[in-house]
């Protein structure tokens, strides 16, 4: 049995509008085509759903579509890059998605919200950030969980976390820098 990847322009980050922070840091590619020989260098993928809504959108997975060998030593430069600039941006506030801080009494998804967080301050993907945290208590099962803003510091994350983050004052940080406005599935 394979892997089936869902969208992974959209939901990998809107790659198809990067903020010019991830530009910069994937040249000499392009963000969404990195994201997409990233997935293909996998051999436990198998197929990649694109979910191009325009024959346009084609064009970038269908031209490395073939390309499913290894990441060459420049690709794999560009991703220690990424690394490098999610470390010095967010030091000691970085979450690595771990999970060991769930469950939250308040059903707040965690990790997924400092996911959000993490790309936002590291590659200013905040209209990203903005959108998919918008989907949060506004989409059904799809986005499961709550805004960082019903966090009530019960502690019960803390000794979890085995990077010792303070994940009751991330969670309000990330609730201010993406609390744009609620959305919804495209069928709601």
């Excluded at 959209?10 to 922070?21: A, E, V």
């Excluded at 099962?141 to 966090?151: I, Y």
Aim: charged residues 20%; aromatic residues 8%.
């Amino acid at each position: 049995m394979g892997i089936f990847i869902i969208s992974p322009a959209d939901k990998g980050g809107q790659l198809y509008t990067p903020s010019p922070t991830l530009q910069e840091l994937c040249q000499p590619f392009s963000p969404l085509e990195l994201n997409y020989r990233f997935l293909l260098s996998d051999p436990r993928i198998t197929t990649l759903s694109v979910g191009a809504a325009r024959p346009q959108e084609l064009e970038w997975p269908l031209s490395i579509s073939d390309r499913i060998q290894p990441l060459t030593p420049q690709e794999i430069e560009v991703f220690q890059r990424l690394e490098t600039q999610a470390l010095t941006r967010l030091g000691t506030e970085k979450c690595s998605q771990c999970y060991a801080c769930l469950p939250c009494p308040e059903n707040i998804h965690i990790p997924e919200v400092l996911r959000l967080r993490n790309l936002s301050v590291a590659y200013d993907m905040t209209e990203f950030g903005k959108y998919r945290y918008g989907m949060f208590e506004n989409a059904g099962h799809w986005f499961p969980g709550n805004k960082g803003s019903r966090c009530t510091e019960c502690g019960e994350c803390l000794p979890r976390c085995p990077e010792n983050l303070d994940i009751p004052n991330l969670l309000k940080d990330t609730h201010q820098k993406l609390k744009g406005s609620s959305g919804r599935r495209l069928w709601e």
